[in-house]
């Protein structure tokens, strides 16, 4: 197993910026696929934001495109999640999850294998 630890979470208002982080221990997730997801309380998990295994291509839900950005850095063994304009509605538990997957799977939970234990993010009003 290899443990995922997000970081950066908290308690913004609307329209400021949260960037987190997901940092593997353990071993490298190099040539892995990496995603954010996130829930809110009541509501099921949702696809944010993932990059493929290269770095080079990024994919975004289309409530997050232009707001959020999603980076990593192999050297560092972590991934970004750059949250901008942040809205009320972004309120949730946000997970990094890393996996070996086809690109047309990058927006399914259920094809990652590996998840971090998740951090809150709340906007307010």
């Known amino acids: 197993q290899v443990p995922l630890v997000e970081s950066g979470g908290g308690l913004v208002q609307t329209g400021g910026s949260l960037r987190l982080s997901c940092s593997a221990s353990?071993?490298?997730?190099?040539?892995?696929?990496m995603g954010w997801f996130r829930q809110a309380p009541g509501k099921e998990r949702e696809f944010v934001a993932a990059?493929?295994?290269?770095?080079?291509?990024?994919y975004y839900a289309d409530s997050v495109k232009g707001r959020f950005a999603i980076s990593r850095d192999d050297a560092k063994n972590t991934v970004y999640l750059q949250m901008n304009s942040l809205k009320p509605e972004d309120t949730a538990v946000y997970y990094c999850a890393a996996g070996v997957l086809y690109t047309r799977d990058l927006n399914e939970g259920s094809k990652y294998t590996y998840w971090g234990q998740g951090t809150q993010v709340t906007v307010s009003s």
């Open positions: 353990g071993r490298t997730f190099r040539g892995w696929a």
């Open positions: 990059v493929d295994w290269s770095g080079i291509n990024m």
